[in-house]
Protein backbone atom coordinates (compact mmCIF):
# COMPACT_ATOMS: atom_id res chain seq x y z
CA UNK A 1 0.00 0.00 0.00
CA UNK A 2 1.11 3.26 -0.98
CA UNK A 3 0.36 6.65 0.73
CA UNK A 4 -2.06 7.47 -1.46
CA UNK A 5 -3.65 4.05 -1.44
CA UNK A 6 -3.95 4.75 2.67
CA UNK A 7 -5.57 8.29 2.07
CA UNK A 8 -7.90 6.98 -0.03
CA UNK A 9 -8.94 4.14 1.92
CA UNK A 10 -9.17 6.00 4.61
CA UNK A 11 -11.48 8.67 2.84
CA UNK A 12 -13.88 5.85 2.06
CA UNK A 13 -14.55 4.66 5.36
CA UNK A 14 -14.69 8.03 7.18
CA UNK A 15 -16.96 9.99 4.65
CA UNK A 16 -17.86 12.66 7.39
CA UNK A 17 -13.80 13.60 6.81
CA UNK A 18 -12.71 15.64 3.97
CA UNK A 19 -9.75 14.07 1.58
CA UNK A 20 -8.41 17.23 1.93
CA UNK A 21 -8.24 16.76 5.99
CA UNK A 22 -7.04 13.22 5.69
CA UNK A 23 -3.89 13.97 3.65
CA UNK A 24 -2.92 16.77 6.24
CA UNK A 25 -2.94 14.30 8.97
CA UNK A 26 -1.80 11.51 7.60
CA UNK A 27 1.18 13.90 6.34
CA UNK A 28 1.19 15.44 9.67
CA UNK A 29 1.54 12.04 11.61
CA UNK A 30 4.24 11.01 9.13
CA UNK A 31 6.13 14.20 9.99
CA UNK A 32 6.41 13.89 13.72
CA UNK A 33 7.64 10.13 13.14
CA UNK A 34 10.06 11.30 11.24
CA UNK A 35 10.58 14.21 13.64
CA UNK A 36 11.38 12.00 16.09
CA UNK A 37 13.65 9.82 14.30
CA UNK A 38 15.88 12.50 13.45
CA UNK A 39 15.87 13.80 16.87
CA UNK A 40 17.53 10.19 17.69
CA UNK A 41 14.03 8.80 19.53
CA UNK A 42 12.43 5.77 19.00
CA UNK A 43 8.70 5.48 17.38
CA UNK A 44 6.37 2.90 18.75
CA UNK A 45 2.61 1.79 17.29
CA UNK A 46 1.98 -1.06 20.23
CA UNK A 47 0.65 -4.16 18.24
CA UNK A 48 2.35 -2.67 15.04
CA UNK A 49 5.87 -2.57 15.81
CA UNK A 50 8.98 0.06 16.37
CA UNK A 51 10.97 2.35 13.72
CA UNK A 52 14.17 3.71 15.78
CA UNK A 53 17.45 4.84 14.00
CA UNK A 54 21.10 2.14 14.00
CA UNK A 55 24.10 3.65 13.40
CA UNK A 56 26.39 1.64 10.70
CA UNK A 57 30.19 2.14 10.56
CA UNK A 58 31.94 3.43 7.59
CA UNK A 59 33.41 0.40 5.73
CA UNK A 60 35.24 -0.95 2.64
CA UNK A 61 32.90 -1.91 0.06
CA UNK A 62 33.17 -2.34 -4.21
CA UNK A 63 31.82 -1.07 -7.14
CA UNK A 64 29.80 -3.91 -8.54
CA UNK A 65 30.15 -2.85 -12.11
CA UNK A 66 33.94 -2.88 -12.17
CA UNK A 67 35.01 -4.28 -8.59
CA UNK A 68 37.19 -1.47 -8.13
CA UNK A 69 37.73 -0.59 -3.65
CA UNK A 70 35.23 2.11 -2.82
CA UNK A 71 34.81 4.07 0.26
CA UNK A 72 31.19 3.85 2.07
CA UNK A 73 30.99 6.53 4.52
CA UNK A 74 29.28 6.04 8.27
CA UNK A 75 25.79 6.74 8.15
CA UNK A 76 22.36 6.17 10.16
CA UNK A 77 19.30 4.08 8.82
CA UNK A 78 15.99 3.18 9.74
CA UNK A 79 15.23 0.35 11.20
CA UNK A 80 11.65 -1.23 12.47
CA UNK A 81 11.27 -4.31 14.42
CA UNK A 82 7.61 -5.62 14.27
CA UNK A 83 5.44 -6.30 17.06
CA UNK A 84 4.07 -9.35 18.73
CA UNK A 85 0.35 -8.72 17.14
CA UNK A 86 1.61 -8.17 13.98
CA UNK A 87 3.87 -10.73 13.64
CA UNK A 88 0.74 -13.38 15.22
CA UNK A 89 -1.60 -12.26 12.38
CA UNK A 90 0.79 -12.01 9.56
CA UNK A 91 1.55 -15.92 10.48
CA UNK A 92 -1.97 -17.07 10.67
CA UNK A 93 -2.49 -19.63 8.52
CA UNK A 94 -6.04 -20.17 6.83
CA UNK A 95 -5.29 -24.48 7.10
CA UNK A 96 -5.56 -24.78 10.89
Avoid: W
Avoid at 2 to 19: D, F, Y
Avoid at 48 to 67: D, H, I, L
Avoid at 73 to 79: C, E, L, R, W, Y
Amino acid sequence: MIKSELIARLATENPHLTQKDIERVVGVILDRMIGALEDGGRVELRGFGAFSVRSRPARAGRNPRTGEPVDVKAKHVPFFKSGKELRARLNLSGDE
